[in-house]
T-cell receptor, first 115, second 114 residues
Framework: GENVEQHPSTLSVQEGDSAVIKCTYS??????FPWYKQELGKGPQLIIDIRSNVGEKKDQRIAVTLNKTAKHFSLHITETQPEDSAVYFCAASRGGTDSWGKLQFGAGTQVVVTP | DTAVSQTPKYLVTQMGNDKSIKCEQN?????MYWYKQDSKKFLKIMFS???????INETVPNRFSPKSPDKAHLNLHINSLELGDSAVYFC?????????????FGEGSRLTVL
């Protein structure tokens, strides 16, 4: 099955700096790669996603890149703010009827943005 | 209006007891899930239901029994609770398959087994 590795496990950044989280996946059939943000005491929430037919996607201060050949994808947060402090999860899914609903999550990255 | 709501938010119980967690979504989604998040924050799928039909059962002990009375509800019953069952359990829903859209999570139910 799919295995998703995520690094780093913790990331401390100064407010205004950029943060980068990297993930690798093992299943070359995976074609959907979402990123979720989990604030303290809340459930994870989708912040951005990318599909395998796209190499990069941007939404304001966050961007995701995908390298299908190397089987890795990354989340970039620019101009970090204290409200960006949370646990971020990458995930991968191959879709199709043989993996219905199977979203394999990475282990998470605790991001701390200090003012 | 809460999109995915689960109750209770906190549950403290003794080993060997039986407990249930309820989940309801008002998004009109046809697929619902239970995820377990352990103390290291690792998220792992347990069950997935589509239109009340079980789609995924991820090698979860049969002490865990999900029940979906209708598309909007997915409850989780746990028998003979063990210490290792302590975790945060998240209910989630989506419209169709994961790869076609967003997964909406509830706020979680923290289960502590003493």
């Amino acid at each position: 099955g799919e295995n998703v590795e995520q690094h780093p496990s913790t990331l401390s950044v100064q407010e205004g700096d950029s943060a980068v989280i990297k993930c690798t996946y093992s299943d070359s059939a995976s074609n959907y790669f979402p990123w979720y943000k989990q604030e303290l005491g809340k459930g994870p929430q989708l912040i951005i996603d990318i599909r395998s037919n796209v190499g990069e996607k941007k939404d304001q201060r966050i961007a995701v890149t995908l390298n299908k050949t190397a089987k890795h994808f990354s989340l970039h947060i620019t101009e970090t703010q204290p409200e960006d402090s949370a646990v971020y999860f990458c995930a991968a899914s191959r879709g199709g009827t043989d993996s219905w609903g199977k979203l394999q999550f990475g282990a998470g990255t605790q991001v701390v943005v200090t003012p | 209006d809460t999109a995915v709501s689960q109750t209770p938010k906190y549950l403290v119980t003794q080993m060997g007891n039986d407990k249930s967690i309820k989940c309801e979504q008002n998004l009109g989604h046809d697929t619902m899930y239970w995820y377990k998040q352990d103390s290291k924050k690792f998220l792992k799928i347990m069950f997935s239901y589509n239109n009340k039909e079980l789609i995924i059962n991820e090698t979860v002990p049969n002490r865990f029994s999900p029940k979906s009375p209708d598309k909007a509800h997915l409850n989780l019953h746990i028998n003979s609770l063990e210490l290792g069952d302590s975790a945060v359990y998240f209910c989630a829903s989506s419209l169709g398959q994961i790869s076609t859209g967003e997964l909406f999570f509830g706020e979680g139910s923290r289960l502590t087994v003493l």
